[in-house]
């Protein structure tokens, strides 16, 4: 089966402590996304990657950091310096980097602050 | 800066209550707009996409129209099963990145 997998589905995060969510796909696909959704909200985007070894700041990037090593997988560290870190984190990955290409989603990670 | 704006924030239905969701936009130059489901919980399922003013697509219940301003989804005869959050996004001509509205809910009564 082809899509996206995050993991784990809720994380729970400690003061001070830096957290990693995980995000795969087996697509194929380019380019890959992080989104931030608070209730009743849109999506924000917090970084993306449209190939190996390079990715951009989206709108919210501060308190985040991401690596993209491997064409597959994307993960996203939430830092000790993001200070609202609650919120329902989405990956999303597309075909073609900077194209017309339908963004895919997975099922999403939340995280919650102990 | 590109802008999306979602109305109704929330619409109620009864079964059978066909109605329309909109979704406004302003971008410099629309490479694409997008449709979504989102369940509670879930992530967002793709529905659609529309490249340019007097495209319309279909799925079952679901049909969406595209202007230069402004898209619709049209709900026909709705069923409770239907109910979700619609997510509606643009992508300009220069970007790869999706600007969201904030969805509009909808509810549909038995």
């Known amino acids: 089966d082809g899509g996206i997998t995050q993991s784990p589905k809720y994380l729970f995060r400690k003061e001070g402590q830096n957290v990693t969510l995980s995000c795969e796909q087996n697509?194929?696909?380019?380019?890959m996304y992080w989104y931030r959704q608070d209730p009743g909200q849109g999506l924000r985007l917090i970084y993306y990657?449209?190939?190996?070894?390079?990715?951009q700041k989206g709108d919210i990037a501060e308190g985040y950091s991401v690596s993209r090593e491997k064409k597959e997988s994307f993960p996203l560290t939430v830092t000790s310096a993001q200070k609202n870190p609650t919120a329902f984190y989405l990956c999303?990955?597309?075909?073609?980097?900077?194209?017309?290409?339908?963004?895919?989603f997975g099922p999403g990670t939340r995280l919650l602050v102990l | 800066e590109d802008q999306v704006t979602q109305s109704p924030e929330a619409l109620r239905l009864q079964e059978g209550e066909s109605s329309s969701l909109n979704c406004s936009y302003t971008v410099s130059g629309l490479r694409g707009l997008f449709w979504y489901r989102q369940d509670p919980g879930k992530g967002p399922e793709f529905l659609f996409t529309l490249y340019s003013a007097g495209e319309e697509k279909e799925k079952e219940r679901l049909k969406a129209t595209l202007t230069k301003k402004e898209s619709f989804l049209h709900i026909t005869a709705p069923k409770p099963e239907d109910s979700a959050t619609y997510l509606c996004a643009v992508r300009e001509t220069s970007g790869s990145r999706l600007t969201f509205g904030e969805g509009t809910q909808l509810t549909v009564n038995p």
């Open positions: 999303a990955s597309s075909g073609l980097a900077g194209g017309g290409e339908t963004q895919y």
């Open positions: 697509l194929n696909h380019d380019a």
């Open positions: 990657s449209q190939i190996v070894n390079d990715f």
